[in-house]
């Protein structure tokens, strides 16, 4: 399978992390794919396609997970060939690292299961692209301890992502000084917008969110000077299968990555003239 992860680890070319949250269907899968490449190329910006083939961590054990691995991978699989984008996918289990591997250019490490060890090490031991997200509950610094973890794999193709830090009950703040902690690391930081937007258990049996300051924090992210950005989204966020409270609707996908681009680039410009 060709490399196509390797462009997240260049310094000049920003990137974003974008698509539903759980494969709902092979045709809706498809067409967020779509959708999502076409939103890339106007942007000029490199883009990576996301979607969970099973989601372990739902609020109510009654709400749609995904469609298992196996129809889950053949989906990517498809999405990656017809858009030719970078595919990333949750692993939640040691074994199944290797075969996720066989199809998805990045394999995801969820938020709660970060010092996981043998998750990490497993993802590791694939060679793919390793995207840690950062726990809810750990201190920027505590990353440095799961990176090791996959680099000890002899694999250094770690990204982490920021995604909000529990701030009371039922609510994520962002701290960006951490993405600065991070990134002091030497591996690319990502801030994942919508799920730090998160009102995790709000809505009773699902988890509510405020979509309504998705543009703020991709904005104040780019400024920031973080590597990439992720976005889940839908065509229809009240229809979602899940996350769809804090999901950026698709039609609004394509503008914003133009603004979040910009911003990133001036930044980068900026840091480099006065280095």
């Known amino acids: 399978m060709d490399d196509r992860a390797s462009r997240l680890f260049s310094a000049s070319r920003p990137f974003a992390i974008c698509g539903p949250c759980v ?7 498809l067409k967020m794919g779509r959708a999502v490449a076409a939103a890339a190329e106007r942007a000029q910006l490199s883009v990576v396609f996301k979607a969970s083939f099973d989601k372990a ?18 989906t990517l699989a498809e999405v990656r060939r017809e858009t030719g984008l970078p595919v990333l996918t949750d ?10 591997a066989e199809v998805c250019d990045v394999l995801q490490v969820p938020a709660f ?10 993802a590791g031991r694939t060679g793919r692209v390793v995207n840690i997200k950062k726990g809810q509950f750990l201190a920027p ?11 000890a794999s002899g694999n250094d193709r770690i990204v982490l992502t920021e995604r909000g ?9 962002v701290d960006f000084r ?3 902690r991070m990134r002091e690391f030497g591996y690319p930081v990502v801030l994942d917008v919508t799920h730090s937007l998160q009102l995790p258990g709000a809505a009773g049996g699902s988890s509510g969110g405020q979509p309504e300051h998705i543009a703020l924090l991709a904005r104040a992210g780019a400024a920031c000077g973080v590597d990439g950005l992720f976005f889940e989204v839908h065509n229809e966020p009240r ?12 039609e609004l996908l394509p503008e914003l990555l133009v603004q979040v681009a910009s911003i990133r680039h001036l930044v980068a410009s900026w840091d480099a003239a006065v280095s």
């Open 23 to 29: 494969i709902e269907s092979r045709e809706h899968a």
């Open 57 to 74: 961590n739902r609020t109510s054990v009654a709400s749609y997970r995904g469609p298992g691995m196996e129809r889950g991978l053949e």
């Open 91 to 100: 692993i939640h289990q040691p074994d199944q690292a290797e075969a996720v």
């Open 113 to 122: 299961l970060c010092r996981q060890t043998d998750l990490l090490i497993a």
């Open 141 to 151: 610094d505590d990353m440095r301890h799961a990176a090791d973890k996959v680099a």
């Open 165 to 173: 830090t529990s701030f009371g009950y039922r609510n994520l703040v």
């Open 178 to 180: 951490g993405i600065a």
């Open 239 to 250: 229809l979602a299968l899940s996350d769809g409270a804090n999901a950026l609707p698709l």
